[in-house]
């Protein structure tokens, strides 16, 4: 943006930002500042009803998750510009993720102090940056999961549709029936949803609990951790818009993720974020990321 110089402000100025415009914010009916220079500072989250309804706490209180803020449910997901898609195919995927969900992963991550290079390095780690294929969310059936939730009680239904024998994806296969040959189902969404709805029609509420989901691919079973009373309100939140899976993710991570994720220790985010299994591939994909990101935007 080349426009005139109108007037200088202070360190400490108190502004209010009417429009970002990707690396620059409005602050007055004609006036720009780069967002370099401001430090955002966040608003009390919009008062949600009380669960109680009427009565408990005068019916309401304050949000306490991300997705119960309304103005962020119904903030713009896109930013006003583009990055360009140039360089290399990892800086390509980071400047398509941002141009798809970049204004809103910039005003959360600037409401949370963290850099929006970090959240779109998680973000492209953990889905490559799709949060929707066909209609329908990104999943990953995890049947090792399925069997803790429901196959260990019902072993010999199980074993006729599910196989695995560790968490390592390339054990996993499934089949519809007995007389079939037994199919992996990793790495197609097709197939993801097929042994998903077969699991549903076994134990619906479990297997939406074995199931990763969305942008940050959050297991079903961590509902209550990022503040949904029940799967089936997770799974149709994050199945309707993709604002909930974003702001999924920034409400999944803990106090010491995000300190992680600030001191620049990726994988012990990703040991947090993930679990332990593949903590150091993750961890060096994220910095990878990150790095990547500078290296485009600087």
Request: aromatic share 12%.
């Amino acid at each position: 943006m080349k426009s005139r110089v109108l007037g200088a402000l202070g360190t400490g100025t108190e502004l209010e930002i009417l429009e970002e415009r990707g690396e620059w914010l409005k602050v007055g009916l004609t006036g720009f500042v780069h967002r370099k220079f401001v430090k955002k500072v966040a608003l009390p989250l919009t008062p949600a009803l009380s669960p109680k309804g009427e009565g408990g706490n005068k019916g309401e209180v304050p949000t306490e998750f991300l997705w119960q803020d309304e103005a962020l449910k119904t903030l713009s997901v896109e930013p006003s510009e583009a990055k360009a898609a140039d360089g290399n195919a990892r800086q390509k995927k980071l400047a398509e993720t941002y141009n798809q969900y970049g204004n809103l992963l910039q005003n959360v991550s600037d409401t949370l102090d963290m850099d929006v290079g970090v959240a779109l390095a998680v973000i492209c780690v953990e889905s490559g940056g799709v949060g929707f294929k066909d209609g329908r969310m990104i999943i990953r059936f995890e049947p090792h999961w399925f069997h803790k939730l429901w196959g260990k009680a019902n072993q010999d239904d199980f074993d006729k549709h599910f196989q695995f024998t560790s968490w390592k994806g390339s054990t996993h296969f499934y089949r519809e029936t007995e007389e079939d040959e037994w199919k992996s189902f990793h790495g197609n969404q097709g197939k993801e949803w097929s042994v998903f709805e077969l699991a549903c029609g076994l134990d619906d509420e479990a297997a939406k609990k074995s199931i990763s989901m969305g942008l940050g691919q959050i297991m079903g079973f961590n509902h209550k951790q990022i503040g949904y009373e029940t799967v089936q309100a997770m799974f149709d939140n994050f199945n309707s818009d993709v604002r909930y899976q974003i702001l999924g993710i920034f409400d999944f991570m803990t106090s010491g993720m995000k300190k992680a994720l600030a001191g620049k220790n990726y994988v012990t985010f990703a040991k947090a974020y993930n679990g332990s299994g593949q903590a150091a591939t993750y961890g060096k994909m994220i910095a990878d990321n990150v790095s990547e990101w500078v290296n485009l935007t600087s």
